[in-house]
């Protein structure tokens, strides 16, 4: 038996609402000419969003976090949106296309080399109003917390001041636009990955500004997330917009929308509550409330290891494999740190530039909570697959030992034999009546989605990488996993932290690129395993199917040979009572072993982790293609592509995963 433990599930994440600016400079003619109007709007918008937050905490399931707002600091609408946010208490972070000297001297606006200069170096303008503008900046990022992609400011900083230092020279100003641009758009896609809804203040004109604010609402549309739209020549007429489908209709200017209020509410509430689970039994909760009701057990309990017994037996590659002891030791919460992710924490604290306390809170927010997950999972496996396994093997010793009586015992003693087939056939109910009502099958998937989220989210935070809340799977029955695990995600957010070229180099190395090859390495060897597995069981359920074959053809022939007086008759009739025992046997334990592969899927689940090496091998290849570069060809958005790579092969195999195993549930073996 399997030991309980007290130990208590790790807290729920805190709930808060991620939110997202984007809009025009000063500058623009329409954000000018309506200045004073969007910033009422834009605060009638925010106050919508608190009163939608404040009815929240006793739905959300936990602690309601203060809202954060997520900027690049430009001067216009995103400085007027960090005042506003700032005086509300709000948390202020902002993920900057350069580092913050570079971003400072690039949005002062200065018109001469020497001023740019100054700025970059930290020192005061000549230009007062140059200065005014620096000051304001510095005075915003001072409150708030700072992701600066500064990896390739160097080259930028240097085009920065060659155009100024050459303003008739149009090929220098361009380049340097390109460069800033395409950075500005890296700044935005982590705004949107962090952001549960963005806010846009633009005049609909044109997506064709990299980095602009068209582009940037385009991307936020096609990566799922809604998007708030005050048109900057109409503040009141703000609307929701959904899907880049709805850019087509920015320049139809309707009325204001009666429902628009209830709609952004209910966007703010479905960011912040939990998906409702489609099942409950028993009136106990079936959704991320489940999690504080499990029970931790140090170990698995031997008499749910049927799964991973024939697993063994018939994939394992050794007779020492095949029986060894499959006992497992799930490592609690709070020993995480110092066990299986001692390496990863002390990789994370090497990183250039890392704050302890980001890894503090990776350790606290995520790696606990995976630790918590996977134990339960593994556990949950182990009963459901187990008792799926206990059921296929019981209905055939059931069928079996009701007709054993005949080559062993006379009809007198059948009842004894009908009492055993009785208690095995009440076996499989009970198992299946438990199983069912105790939601071995949904409770099994659900946590062990949420363990596969986390398993590798530390990688994608402490590189600022992120799955925008529109890509993120749901589950046939539950999406409760998706949002526990993206609620813990956002709880960590964006580190404080200055992006270099070092930093990407050893992130690349010591942390994607290790994990990305013991994934690969774990679903190769998985692969053999399972493929092992599947063509043994089709041999041995062969091998039952035809013995009976030869069983019933040879009592034929006993039969006919008595018949033609070859031997005598009582022969075949001493022995019919033997062969009928094992023409039901045979067959019967041969289509138990198909019905385990079946059930098992071992070919699929093959099929599927061949499929995730390959992908992985590929992604690998990248990354070594990547890491022979000099560090001076590094670059934030590559690096931030091969997570996402690695992350999307990830949530793939979940979704395959699911679709194999999704539809079985604890039943009966017919």
Known sequence: MSAVVTIPSPPAPRVRLSLGITGHREGNAAFNANRGRIEIVLSEIFDLISAAIAAEPASSGGEVAPTRLHTLLSEGADQMAAENALARGWELVAPLPFGLNLNVAINALPVTADDARALLEGKPPRSVDVGKRAARIREIAARARLFELADRDDVIAGLFIAGLQYPDDPSRSSTFAAEASLRAALAAKVMIEQSDLIIAIWDGVSRAFTGGTGHTVQIALETGAPVVWMDSNAPDKWRILYGPEALASVHVHPGPDANRTSELQGLVRAALRPAVSRKAVHGEPAGHGAQDNERWHAHSNPLWHGYRRVEALFGADTMKARFKHLRQTYEPPDAIATGSAAGLLADARALPGQEESFVASIEAGVLRRFAWSDGISARLSDIYR?????????????????????????????????????????????????????????????????????????????????????????????????????????????????????????????????????????????????????????????????????????????????????????????????????????????????????????????????????????????????????????????????????????????????????????????
């Open 386 to 670: 187990g008792g799926m396994v206990a059921n296929f093997l019981l209905a055939p010793m059931a069928i079996v030992g009701g007709i054993a009586y005949l080559p062993f015992a006379s009809s007198a003693s059948k009842w004894m034999f009908a009492l055993g087939e009785l208690m095995l056939l009440a076996s499989i109910l009970a198992i299946t009546i438990v199983g069912q009502q105790r939601r071995w099958h949904g409770r099994w998937f659900e946590t062990r989605r949420v363990a596969e989220y986390f398993r590798h989210a530390p990688i994608l935070l402490l590189l600022g990488v992120a799955r925008p809340p529109g890509r993120w799977p749901k589950g046939a029955e539950t999406s409760w996993p998706e949002w526990y695990a993206r609620r813990g995600l956002r709880d960590v957010g964006l580190p404080q932290l200055v992006m270099t070229q070092a930093y990407l180099r050893k992130a690349l190395a010591d942390l994607l690129d290790t994990h990305v090859v013991r994934q690969r390495d774990y679903h190769l060897y998985k692969a053999k395993r399972l493929t092992a597995a599947h063509l043994n069981l089709d041999k041995l359920s062969e091998l039952m199917f035809t013995l009976a074959v030869i069983s019933v053809a040879f009592y034929l022939v006993l039969k006919g040979g008595g018949v033609m007086h070859w031997w005598p008759k009582k022969i075949s009739e001493e022995y019919s009572y033997l062969f009928t025992f094992l023409g039901v046997l045979l067959p019967t334990f041969g289509g138990t072993i198909a019905g385990i592969r079946y059930f098992g899927d071992f070919e699929r689940f093959s099929a599927i982790s061949e499929v995730t090496a390959e992908k992985l091998t590929a992604v690998h290849a990248r990354i070594a293609q990547l890491l022979a570069t000099p560090d001076s060809t590094l670059d934030y958005g590559q690096v931030a592509d091969l997570a996402h790579a690695a992350d999307d092969i990830v949530v793939s195999e979940i979704e395959s995963w699911q679709a194999v195993f999704g539809g079985k549930h604890v039943t009966v073996p017919v």
